[in-house]
């Protein structure tokens, strides 16, 4: 949170583009900061980081117009990391609001599902799973979930979380 308040009050900060635009939002398109969330929900450091350090740049960044935040889901490690990034491809193509409520559910139920059924259980909370299901087993957004991970070998991301400032990564 200190280094995003930093690049927040610098006057002369300039974000750099780096391709994160189709990603998941959160803030106002005008925002002079751009931040951009590396995450993996199979992640136990990110769910953490979820619980409690998000609520607090949400709070005292995004919903003041200081920051945007872009959500990049990374199917690093297991098949359920690459089964939950699908999900959450699926569901913000469908409707955003509802990836982050999605990513919310599985992040809260993280270790307590294995399975397509699973997961929908557990999205089944915020969202008519029929849709996603279908975008799943069909496969639909496995290209985006590889741009996903494409982007974050470009941008340096070696673990996740990991945050980039514009620029800079943290």
């Given amino acids: 949170i200190a280094a995003i308040a930093w690049f927040a009050l610098r006057p002369d900060f300039t974000p750099v583009p780096v391709g994160y635009e189709d990603q998941p939002t959160l803030g ?3 925002a002079p900061l751009k931040v951009i969330l590396f995450e ?3 992640c136990e450091h990110c769910k953490a980081f979820e619980e409690e350090v998000f609520p607090q740049l949400q ?3 995004i919903d003041t117009g200081k920051v945007e935040v872009y959500y990049v889901n990374l199917a690093w490690g297991s098949e359920q990391a690459e089964l939950s990034a699908l999900a959450g491809e699926c569901a913000y193509r469908q409707d955003e609001s509802v990836f982050w409520n999605i990513k919310s559910d599985l992040y809260a139920a993280q270790g307590s599902w294995q399975t397509l059924d699973d997961l929908l259980s557990v999205a089944g909370a915020s969202y008519d799973v029929q849709p996603l ?6 496969q639909r957004y496995t290209s985006e979930v590889q741009r ?3 982007l974050a070998d470009k941008v340096g991301v070696q673990g996740t979380p990991s945050i980039v400032v514009g620029n800079q990564g943290f």
């Fill in 148 to 150: 996903d991970l494409d």
């Fill in 133 to 138: 299901r279908q975008c799943i087993e069909e």
């Fill in 28 to 30: 106002q398109r005008n």
């Fill in 59 to 61: 709070r005292d960044y």
């Fill in 40 to 42: 993996n929900f199979m």
